[in-house]
């Protein structure tokens, strides 16, 4: 059995991978949204569950909410609700997508009346971080437009800047401004922030405490990931990421589903590049369980991403380096497999029992009767998902 | 101005391109359904619509209907309301993606029950076709997993040929069953008909009244579409077209408006291989409308199959024919898109008026002042769109 | 350590996996081409080359020509050689893309002079075949067009038709021939054999001793190759495979160096669908070592086949059968994933050594001095790469 | 016919293409170069005809260099030789990718002594510029890396900064160093500036006269490309276009040929922004003529730039902000739409008679007997080609 490190476990024990509360809702394609048995109907239904990831895997003591979704009367009983379940609030989501007056945009849009009701949302997300504790305004633009001429591209642009100006402004001392951009859906022939490019330039305008989100479902295909990786560190911008896989679109599956070894490569570039336990960078879970069931979905989610730094701390940097120096390739990509190659999965279920936690979190937590008890329970009410 | 031969105004005149009932409806992405006012509650009310785009174009004499969306308590009163309204009733689309029991699959679910489920939904369509006097029956296979590993995806394709030579034995003489192929979505690991390849060798093995249904917007990026247009020609199995665009996913964008030219290729490769105005290769367009217009979203879109149709036909076949055998690239190139950037609307217009229609269709669509009466008179209700 | 049983060695001893010849030769891209010290001048020198690669793997007992590239003299001394070396010669590659003639097609070409030569090429190929006792001729249909309008897809298909079965009627009793398809290059607009369906169609007319060859850089993005793997066992029609791997474009790349779990679920296909060991499906590399050193290049390939097909075969299908039908997608997922993840290589070294082979091929070659004895001899001459 | 305004117009007479020297020698696939009678061999020849194209079309004053490609003893003389002819030298490109020094890295190299040498090529450029008065140095780098793992990519970012600075300061004052970027190939696993964010942030690090260029060839699928010209217009950087189309990869082809509404998009954004005939953005082409003719196949591509020019400049720009502003997505794209639609041939052809340019350049350049005598005259020699 492969051993880790002293070093390396302290490296697994700071690791922190923030939840999304959405995930514990309902999700699906335009085609159809599923239920599920068992899923929350609030908030609060939400942030237990997610407490069951970190009770079981250690990995997860943050949720992110996202507004409106999320929103309650009392933030301060949310919190405490958080804290009384071994869990925190994290970063705050806004939502610009689904209100009538988005239809055509939202901080882009040509109306200032929708655009001034659209940076006040995000000054009372903001108000909520102040309430939750929450460092992180997350804001996904999903604007854009559907057929070529229907949109100047570069006013919007323009007006995107003065929207984010507005908000940035409104941010306390230690919160950042986190802007995600992806190349396509829900909008077809452009998105606002379709690439890394342009929300670096973005941010760039703003100031420090902006930076860029890296979504990982969401670039073209044949896209070099971890290049960007690399880049927005080398840069400073690289605020946080968005884990999932995807096969071909934005499909939200479990991170590390459907190329494990992109998410070796990406993790090791965070390594590279001083981003791993840096709390400038966050780590968090986008994804969907469209069909599978929610909570072990994530908890599975986390350890993807624990293996795969486990594996990514593995690399032989010195030797690598003097593979690359020497230029020779077969060495250095054969430095690279092997350590993609291990299996460290007994290593991990050693050193999780050593600190209290299950050997097999899956199997405990299917054992645990939690799915059971809240398949029984959470009968009547809306099930959580999308909806406003 | 470019004129149009007799013989390619006859051409044109013949030309029926058949609309999707859903277009009527609303649609949306994952993230929102917006709503539009006017939009129909009922079958009745997008039979009307659709009335309206053939009205103002003479070129859409039928309607697709979708089951579920569309059961109606009695057929033959919908049959006649279409008559009434100078329409008829077209091919029927099965439905076995919104039940909770097709969750995992349906003519390929490995479950008997579910499994005769969607065979006898399949059945009830046919029945419905009887009463419709619809000729073709639509098979879109919304089946698939997420994951790999997920399903045993040789087994499926075996049920999946039991399944379609079930339905198959049910059609009537002159019935058709049409089987649609698409890369992905919903599903995001696997389709179960993927490509026109799996398509072809499924309807093969049922029989001749068993053609494949090409959708433009349902391949991989750098597919060669009039490629497959023309070996379906070749192997006389291409049952029908779903016309819509996309800029990278199944955008189902208005026909032509993401790339003209490939829509004109296309069509060149119908004319080529004896697919246009020949019963066997029906036109239908399959798109939605998230944001615009619906009823001059689909004006629009048969204009634009009308329009590329005349540019297809104004290609000199023969001066491409010596141009080819003399393998003068560009000489054939530019024949080839002489044809394509002919402006062929100033004659389709002055035609249209010698036939008793408008000369700008969308235009007196907008001055009928039907837009502003759906939208006075359909308040109340639930709208149509996606939902069972 | 994970053991392997004895069912799995002894399916792991019946692997055999061909060597291209060309693999030893200088490859690169349009832009240039490295020379590598070394070499090979001539066909003799590379099947001493591959032979390395067998005598360190025990996996690659043959090795495949291109024809003009491994054109002698006396192909029963070549034959001799490859024994002497311990291999044999396995399938004959034509060639019908660096002859001038060809410029615009070859078994498609409208000119009959042209198809006539590049017929008669196969037919040479095929006594050749006779002399190095080879069962398979691979076309790889080199041929398509650059600009839309250039040629006539339909009628190149038709001929495409004609020139295979001319060729097909030549082979002997225990021949085949192998239909490879390619969606892109080197022409840039249609290829005449773009997708396994054109290739399916077209073997399939020719009858039982035609198959499909299946290149695993040969796709669209997004494609899921092991469906097609499926499909064509399903079908009775997958030949053999060319293994390599790519990012973007037809790469060459060593096989699994690009995504590795695309290979893992292309070889549970095979496993799944009988493809393994079975002597209708050859397994082949088809690779370029434009930076790397070939011989080394060649036996990571292999050795990636095969830890790959252990993992495969590793898979617990009666689990995942009971998984799959009680549509547990996580467990299902996790049982694949099982077998993907365990680190067969010391398993695989120790049963190496237990058949006096190298623990490790790759070091055991680079200490074997055959790396610097080729380099310091094979000064002079022409180094063997694309030229006829 | 559509007639052009007098502001259109003018706006056409400014219109200047620069044409790659590069493009007139032989090109092709790294399966085969394919060679054309009449090709140039030598420096002198390749601007002789480029100089053809502009003499018909009045469209391409001046000639791109590609060193060393068109090293010569005596620039001046091949500067008057131009003059004579009627065009200017252009554009310098280096080329740091045929050395056998640079197989693993020019301006990124780890060893000192050969990213010096990289560096010198450059300034040795500069130097050539400062006799043939060339105002830009383009920069494409043909680096990265094919395997995972064989290069630190984070490590040749910087490098190439300080490779990149040592040649921005021996930039004369007029002088411009211009930075392509191109997402794959000749790498295939990292390019070491693969998008326009890289090229953006390493020029920005330099200054005022360091640009991006555009490459319409290098994107990944499903790219939104207008959308770049229009934030590197607005960003101030976007520095000059290297025009051609593509299907697939980084095809070459005639700019136009593969998605000319693309084409129309972008010259809209560029109309837009304040490109057009600004000396800022420089219009170049960048294509291979492998199977077509080569003087032909320029004439076609710059008339295919002037035509979408005028196109673009036929946009009613104010009904579309109109239509804009209404979020009437319909008829702004149907304003869009009209202006793509227009056949500007004749109105273009008979403008051209006016200036003293014959009505069809194609025609004229096949009746001038300019193809027969270069066919006749250039017999002998070495073709020019990609090759050093």
Redesign the interface.
């Known amino acids: 059995m ?1 051993t880790l490190s002293p070093e390396i476990l302290d490296a697994l024990e700071k690791q922190a991978i923030e939840l999304p509360s959405w995930a514990f809702g309902n ?6 949204v ?2 599920t048995p068992g899923t929350p109907r609030d908030p609060f239904e939400k942030i237990a569950d997610a407490a069951q990831v970190h009770k079981h895997t250690g990995l997860a003591p943050t949720v992110a909410l996202h507004i409106p979704w999320d929103v309650v009367d009392d933030y301060a009983a949310l919190r405490r609700h958080a804290e009384d379940l071994g869990v925190a609030l994290g970063t705050v989501n806004s939502n610009t ?2 209100d ?1 007056d988005y ?2 945009g939202a901080l882009t849009h ?1 109306d200032d009346r929708i655009r001034r009701k659209a940076i006040d949302h995000h000054l009372a997300c903001i108000d909520i971080m102040d309430q939750t504790g929450s460092r992180d305004l997350k804001i996904w633009l ?1 604007e854009g437009s ?9 006013a919007r ?2 007006r995107l800047h003065d929207s984010l100006s507005t908000i940035y402004a409104r941010l306390g001392e230690n919160q950042r401004l986190v802007l995600e951009y992806k ?4 909008s ?3 998105t606002d922030v ?5 929300s ?2 973005q941010v760039a305008a703003l100031g420090e405490k902006a930076k860029v989100c890296l979504d990982t479902g969401h ?6 990931i ?3 990786v ?2 927005l ?3 400073g911008k690289l605020g946080s990421f968005d884990f999932n896989s ?4 934005d ?1 939200d ?2 991170v590390g ?6 998410l070796f ?1 990406i993790l090791v ?1 965070v390594v ?2 001083g981003g791993l336990n840096n709390p400038d960078v966050a780590f968090m879970l986008d994804q969907c369980h ?4 929610k909570i ?2 994530q908890i ?1 989610s986390v350890l993807n991403v624990q293996e795969m730094t486990a594996r990514a701390l593995l690399l032989d940097r010195e030797a ?2 003097q593979a ?2 020497a ?1 020779d ?2 060495a ?6 092997d350590a ?4 460290v ?1 007994p290593a991990l279920a050693e050193w999780r029992v050593s600190r209290g936690l299950p050997a097999d979190p ?1 199997a405990e937590y299917a054992a645990s009767g939690y799915q059971e008890q809240i398949e029984a329970d959470r009968v009547g009410g809306v099930q959580a998902g ?1 909806g406003a």
Do not use: C
Not at 183 to 186: H, L, S, T, V, Y
Not at 194 to 198: E, I, K, R
Not at 246 to 249: D, E, V
Not at 257 to 262: K, L, T, V
């Open positions: 492969t999700s699906g394609t335009r085609f159809k599923f239920a997508f689904q009538d239809k055509f040509e999903a559907n057929y070529p001429g229907q949109n100047d591209m570069r642009q323009d190349f396509f859906e829900p077809f022939y452009h379709p690439d890394w490019g342009t670096y330039v670039h073209a295909p044949g896209t070099n971890e290049f960007i690399m880049q560190l080398r840069l995807r096969f071909y679109a499909d599956l479990i589903a459907a190329d494990p070894f992109q490569r570039e590279r590049g469209n069909i599978e069931k072990p979905g599975r690598l380096a690359q120096t230029n390739v077969l250095a990509n054969a430095i690279f497999m993609f190659q291990v299996d999965r899956m999308w």
